[in-house]
């Protein structure tokens, strides 16, 4: 819900003007999702949303660039230091 509000407030150039409503964000969302699942399945048979192929997932959502930049940095240094 937090992607397809941002969606709906972007109003970025180009996009489409019909997409005027969360429903129809939502939608479309949907959509572009089940095409980059089935995409990514019929190319390399791989679920991109199946969370087992990560070896670390960070929710972003509520977090600052510098909060996600450190935290990714510190996981990075982490896994180097185990090699």
């Given at each position: 819900?937090?992607?397809?509000?941002r969606?709906?407030?972007?109003?970025?150039?180009?996009?489409?003007?019909?997409?005027?409503?969360?429903?129809?964000?939502?939608?479309?969302l949907?959509?572009?999702?089940?095409?980059?699942?089935?995409?990514?399945?019929?190319?390399?048979d791989?679920?991109v949303?199946?969370l087992?192929?990560?070896d670390?997932?960070?929710?972003?959502?509520?977090?600052t660039?510098?909060?996600?930049?450190?935290?990714?940095y510190?996981?990075?240094?982490?896994?180097?230091?185990?090699?």
């Amino acid at each position: 819900m937090v992607g397809a509000n941002r969606v709906l407030l972007a109003k970025r150039e180009g996009e489409d003007k019909e997409m005027d409503t969360i429903e129809k964000v939502l939608n479309s969302l949907k959509g572009r999702k089940d095409n980059e699942r089935k995409r990514y399945l019929d190319f390399f048979d791989i679920d991109v949303y199946d969370l087992k192929n990560y070896d670390y997932v960070l929710d972003t959502t509520s977090m600052t660039k510098a909060e996600v930049f450190n935290e990714t940095y510190a996981i990075i240094r982490k896994r180097l230091a185990e090699l």
